[in-house]
């Protein structure tokens, strides 16, 4: 098992290492070429800007998906759905990812969970996929909940 997450202020992060704990998986940031802003008002203009723009922001390296059967993807919400740095990615991706099992995650403030998730899965039509999970603060206990309910831990 593999978690490939981006995160910005370290909560998908948080919840990528929980998986990892209870599941064994090995872990991949995905980190940008360039880098995001710190301040969250820039960050927010930016994303809007290439949200609008379909702007492609490029990844430093990409993990080997041949070792693994099962991916996990995190990401934030941002402006409503999944960043463009993840969606672009995992389009690119596609073919290395067929046939394998993407189970989505996501980190948000407020909402959007489901329409998160649900771009995750777009993006990687090739593969078969287990129910996604979103929080806002994420918890071991709650992690280790959905993990045993859609049965990859006992």
Known sequence: MLVVYFSWSGTTEKAAQMIAKSTGADLFRIEPTEDYPTSYKALTDIVKKELADGKIRTVKSAPDFAKYDTVFVGVPVWCHTAPT??????????????????????TYYSTYRDETLATLIDATPTAQHKEGYGTTNPKQGDIDAWLKKIGVIK
């Open 85 to 106: 740095l993840m969606t672009h990615f995992l389009e690119a991706h596609v073919d290395n990812i067929k046939g394998k099992t993407v189970i989505p995650f996501c």
